[in-house]
């Protein structure tokens, strides 16, 4: 009894290496040339950036936090997260409602008011509950808080009215800090928010891809790259997984690549559920490498709420996560920039790109482009699933149809969720656990 798994990024990976492990026969169908999906990595003259957009390893989860780091065990870097937010050209504390303090004074009033006040309208039963992401957000933070940073960042990485957006994926996992935080950050006592994620690995050599290299290991001999799948039939209990030249035979399928990219595979799929699946909304992604002569901010990375700096909504600093990620004295820049597929970002050349990021950087006196030594850009086109108010409606009609196909999903833009690897790992091992033995 054959599985295929559809994709070959981290969960198609370790859904692999844990059906390998317990004796089942598997194989991995992978389009690109290159294993990793989101996860992989890229060298260029001796700096290292990862091209999915800048990764970390931490979790709440014990299990899956231990397993990423056994995998890059002799490989690892241990790090204090110092992670900032640039606002009016302060680098401010993150999260937010942690680094009160370091905003200018007004800025500072207008947030902790807003808390309060709010804190005091929802006891007393005056606000309604929240019925979307902004409101939500309000209802949380405060109107200071919403208004300075949690609104226009937001808008700025999902590219979506906050509105407009569901508030399901928050509600009851972020609750309202405490209000003794809240004073504590304002006039100046260190308190520190996302504990969680307040000390992160990365791998020493080899980026955030050295993690599914790794878990790939053990099954390397069982991976088909460059086998993009474009038709999925039933045969004599079984499937026929064809790409357009080459057919594989397998008694079931395992789906981890999107859900856009399974549904046109299938034969009879019905209108409702293909309309379903075209209304899901999600961003691609554009990352602009710049590896540079000299240092950088000791900065983690760096959220920028600010439209008006440029495009980018988040710049890391990968080699404050590893030296080894750039040659000595240097240092590596990766700007991330969300985008709909097909919108304006997406027309730009990579050296306009650059361009702008570049631009950015020199206004925010990072670096100039004369210590420039290397740059390139890289592509995502499914970065980030967006949840819309439609979300949970159209993703169940696209989820029962699949069941009813007996085509398990599992996977980030498989179960259409805004997974990190911990959360796909988390799956994963979920899935295994009830997976039918063969
Ligand atoms: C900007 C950014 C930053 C992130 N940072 C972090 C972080 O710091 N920490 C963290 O834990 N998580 C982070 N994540 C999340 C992490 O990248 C994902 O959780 C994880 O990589 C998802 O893995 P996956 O295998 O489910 O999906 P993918 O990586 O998308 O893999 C899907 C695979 O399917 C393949 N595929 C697609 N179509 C086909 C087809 N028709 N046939 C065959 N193969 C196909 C693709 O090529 C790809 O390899 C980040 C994500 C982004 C976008």
Redesign the pocket.
Same mark, same amino acid.
């Given at each position: 009894m054959t599985t295929a798994i559809?994709?070959?990024?981290?969960?198609?990976?370790t859904l692999a290496r844990l059906l390998h492990e317990r004796g089942e026969e598997i194989i991995v169908? &992978?389009? &690109?040339p290159q294993?990793?999906?989101?996860?992989r990595s890229r060298k260029d003259r001796g700096f290292t950036f990862?091209t999915?957009?800048?990764?970390?390893?931490?979790?709440k989860d014990d299990e899956v936090l231990a397993f990423m780091r056994r995998m890059i065990a002799g490989n690892e870097q241990r790090n204090d997260r110092n992670t900032k937010i640039y606002y009016k050209g302060r680098y401010v504390k993150y999260p937010f409602e942690n680094g009160l303090y370091d905003l200018p004074e007004e800025d500072r009033f207008f947030c902790i008011n807003g808390f309060i006040r709010t804190l005091i309208a929802v006891e007393k039963g005056e606000v309604p509950p929240p019925k979307n992401f902004r409101e939500w957000i309000a209802y949380t933070f405060g109107d200071g808080i919403a208004g300075c940073y949690m609104v226009p960042y937001n808008e700025k990485i999902w590219k979506y009215k906050t509105e407009r957006m569901s508030h399901h994926w928050v509600d009851g996992r972020i609750p309202r800090p405490p209000v003794g935080d809240i004073i504590k950050s304002a006039i100046g006592i260190k308190t520190e928010g996302y504990t969680h994620q307040a000390v992160f690995s990365y791998p020493l050599d080899g980026g955030?891809e050295a993690l599914v290299t790794a878990i790939a290991g053990p099954v390397q001999s069982w991976i088909r790259t460059g086998?993009?799948?474009?038709s999925l039939k039933r045969d004599a209990g079984g499937w026929l997984i064809g790409?357009g030249k080459a057919t594989v035979r397998a008694d079931r399928v395992i789906c981890?690549?999107?859900v856009q990219?399974?549904l046109p595979?299938l034969d009879d799929v019905p209108e409702d559920v293909t309309a379903a699946c075209r209304a899901l909304v999600y961003n691609s992604?554009v990352?602009v490498n710049i590896g540079i002569r000299g240092p950088v901010p000791e900065i983690s990375w760096m959220y920028i709420p600010d439209k008006t700096l440029g495009m980018t909504n988040?710049l890391s600093f990968p080699s404050n996560f590893s030296r080894h990620t750039a040659p000595e004295g240097c240092s590596a820049i990766l700007a991330?920039i969300?985008h709909q597929p097909g919108d304006e970002v997406s027309r730009m050349s990579d050296r306009e790109l650059t361009g702008e990021v570049l631009a950015m950087l020199e206004k925010m006196k990072i670096c100039t482009p004369g210590q420039v030594i290397v740059s390139s850009v890289e592509r995502?086109p499914?970065?980030?699933v967006v949840y819309d108010l439609d979300y949970q409606k159209n993703i169940r009609v696209v989820q029962d149809f699949c069941r009813s196909q007996k085509i398990p999903l599992?996977?980030?833009?498989?179960q259409f969720e805004y997974?990190?690897?911990?959360?796909?790992i988390r799956s994963v091992m979920d899935f295994v656990a009830s997976y039918p033995r063969d």
């Open positions: 559809l994709g070959g990024g981290l969960s198609g990976l169908l &992978e389009a &690109e294993i990793g999906g989101l996860c990862d999915g957009g800048s990764h970390i390893i931490f979790s955030i086998f993009r799948v474009t790409n981890t690549v999107p990219h399974l595979c992604l990352c988040r991330e969300t995502q499914f970065a980030y599992v996977g980030r833009f498989a997974l990190n690897m911990d959360a796909c």
